[in-house]
C-alpha cells in the first residue's frame, strides 16, 4: 500500500511539472557552486531533449530538458547545468545538481516539495535511456529543432 501511495505521489508530481504550476527552484547562484556542478568533459548531453517517462499511474509523461555550460560564479571555471523548459507557460524548473561523464549524466532537481534524480545513459548519438528515482524507465531524444 505504501508503494502505491508513493507511486500516486511520484505521478501526481510529475503531472504538476508538466502542468503549469509553479514549483520551487533554485537560481543559478544557488546551484553555481564549485562542488555542486560537474565540469563537462563532453558535449554529448548540451542542448535540447524530450524525455519520456513511462509507466506512471496516469500515463507515460513528456516534457523538455535543456543542458547548457554556465559560468560557475565561485571558481569562474565553465561546468554543466540546466533545467525542465517549460518556456511556454513562462518559466523553468533549473536543476539543483548536474554529474556529467562522456556517456552518463544524472541530474537532481525539486518538485513539489520533493527531490527527484534522473539518471541516463548515452545509447547512439541522438538517445539516452535511463531511471528517474530508480522507480520508472526514462527515455530521452535530442531535439534536433
Not at 60 to 70: A, G, L, N, S, Y
Not at 72 to 95: C, P, Q, R, Y
Amino acid at each position: 500500500m505504501k508503494n502505491i501511495k508513493f507511486k500516486a505521489s511520484i505521478a501526481f508530481i510529475l503531472f504538476c511539472l508538466v502542468s503549469n504550476i509553479h514549483a520551487q527552484t533554485a537560481s543559478i547562484e544557488t546551484i553555481a557552486k564549485k562542488d555542486t556542478l560537474t565540469s563537462a568533459k563532453s558535449n554529448y548531453f548540451l542542448g535540447k531533449w524530450e524525455l519520456l517517462v513511462l509507466g506512471l499511474p496516469q500515463g507515460d509523461t513528456k516534457f523538455p530538458v535543456v543542458f547548457e555550460m554556465v559560468k560557475d560564479t565561485t571558481s569562474g571555471k565553465n561546468v554543466m547545468a540546466g533545467h525542465i523548459d517549460k518556456s511556454e507557460s513562462g518559466g523553468e524548473i533549473k536543476f539543483s545538481k548536474v554529474e556529467a561523464t562522456d556517456t552518463l549524466i544524472t541530474f537532481y532537481f525539486r518538485a513539489q516539495g520533493y527531490d527527484l534524480v534522473v539518471n541516463l545513459a548515452k545509447k547512439d548519438d541522438d538517445t539516452s535511456e535511463g531511471r528517474m528515482i530508480d522507480m520508472f524507465d526514462v527515455k530521452a531524444t535530442r531535439n534536433k529543432k
